[in-house]
């Protein structure tokens, strides 16, 4: 995988630009994460509850002797979680050193997005705060909720 230590991250999408994104569930919402940024997918773990942690992370979780601490975007962002449990999964992140995992209810799928089917988060949203979003990809019959992982995690758990 690539190290992506020194990667720039840009709010702006070319046209010309492809990405390659996870698209994952959170409640009935579908969302995707740039590919650069994601370590590995694994399946629910035991989660260690910490005392006096941050209201939006669940606890840690212990990935071959690393120390992860695992978010959970559904508080964060007010949504529902799904019920079923089967199909639920934590996608670990890395950026510079930081690692940190979310809960997700479902992994879809890996999906190449053309720059000119992403509308800005800007254009879509005008003055809402939504500075975690980077924008919205049309993907056939879908919308897909492009997060910008670093400004999420950067601006408080």
Do not use: C
């Amino acid at each position: 995988m690539q190290d992506v230590r020194n990667l720039p991250v840009e709010d702006a999408h070319h046209e010309d630009q492809e990405m390659q994104v996870v698209a994952f569930r959170l409640g009935n919402e579908e969302y995707a994460v740039d590919i650069l940024f994601v370590q590995e997918i694994i399946r629910l773990l035991n989660i260690t509850r910490v005392p006096r942690s941050g209201p939006h992370i669940e606890g840690v979780i212990n990935l071959r002797g690393n120390i992860i601490p695992i978010v959970n975007l559904h508080s964060k962002f007010n949504l529902q979680a799904a019920e079923d449990q089967e199909d639920k999964r934590i996608i670990v992140f890395k950026w510079d050193e930081v690692q940190v995992g979310i809960i997700v209810d479902e992994v879809s799928e890996v999906i190449r997005i053309q720059g000119q089917d992403i509308e800005p988060a800007t254009k879509v949203y005008g003055a809402l705060e939504a500075d975690h979003i980077k924008g919205i990809a049309k993907i056939d019959n879908r919308l897909l909720i492009l997060l910008d992982l670093v400004k999420i995690f950067e601006s408080g758990w």
